[in-house]
């Protein structure tokens, strides 16, 4: 296992449209959590997910922002009629339990044009 | 609100000498803190974290140290190395318990002069 796995690394989308990103997170850990940064920011928690279940959400995560976890595994955070203002990093992490020094993946990067 | 924020921007350091890097927070009911290093193009890697009860920890080559009092944390590397050139965040779970929903300072940039 080499860590949290996040796809694409890069993607760039036409505004309106559709974009899809995947997170797949540490085998043994059963926490998931996605977080968005933008330039010189810190990360900004988005959701975050106890095996399967989604816990939590913030008010960033619009109605446009849905986000999955299907069988406790692998995440998806899927966002409808991009935005400029999504143009951002998009992190995704784990953690084993209540484990606060969880693993970040390397992000996706998306930029709307 | 709750807010975790950083004195400065940037910091640029010679190679071999130590660095501190300078943090505060609003919350005082806050009881556990973390530092993050960023490199460019990577996610956030945990450095070392501290807990209320404590006011110095003491990782490989990482010193953090809280103030309550002022509600203050830094992170000390010492000798620092090119490969300590990133930039570096204080986190902290604020109210959030056992979510472990973290809120990270805006970050300052290391910058390692050879």
């Known amino acids: 296992d080499t860590g949290v796995s996040q796809n694409p690394r890069h993607k760039i989308t036409k505004r309106g449209q559709n974009v899809t990103f995947r997170c797949d997170p540490i085998?043994?850990?059963?926490?998931l959590y996605w977080y968005r940064q933008t330039l010189g920011q810190g990360p900004e928690f988005l959701t975050y997910?106890?095996?399967?279940?989604?816990?939590?959400k913030s008010r960033l995560l619009s109605d446009r922002f849905s986000a999955e976890r299907p069988k406790g595994s692998f995440s998806t955070l899927e966002i409808q009629r991009t935005e400029q203002g999504d143009s951002a990093m998009y992190l995704c992490a784990s953690s084993y339990r209540a484990d606060y020094g969880y693993t970040f993946g390397s992000g996706t990067r998306l930029t709307v044009v | 609100g709750e807010s975790v924020g950083l004195h400065l921007p940037t910091l640029s350091v010679q190679e071999g000498d130590n660095s501190i890097i300078n943090c505060a927070y609003s919350?005082?009911?806050?009881?556990?803190f973390i530092w993050y290093k960023q490199e460019s193009g990577k996610g956030p890697q945990f450095i070392i974290d501290i807990r209320s009860n404590m006011d110095k920890r003491q990782g490989q080559r990482v010193t953090v140290l809280l103030n309550k009092t002022v509600k203050h944390l830094s992170l000390q590397i010492a000798a620092t190395q090119p490969g300590d050139s990133a930039v570096y965040f204080c986190?902290?779970?604020?109210?959030?318990?056992?979510?472990?929903?973290?809120?990270f300072g805006k970050g300052i940039t290391l910058s390692v002069r050879p």
């Open positions: 986190a902290e779970p604020g109210t959030s318990g056992a979510n472990s929903k973290l809120t």
């Open positions: 919350n005082s009911a806050s009881d556990y």
């Open positions: 085998s043994e850990h059963n926490r």
């Open positions: 997910f106890q095996n399967e279940a989604q816990l939590e």
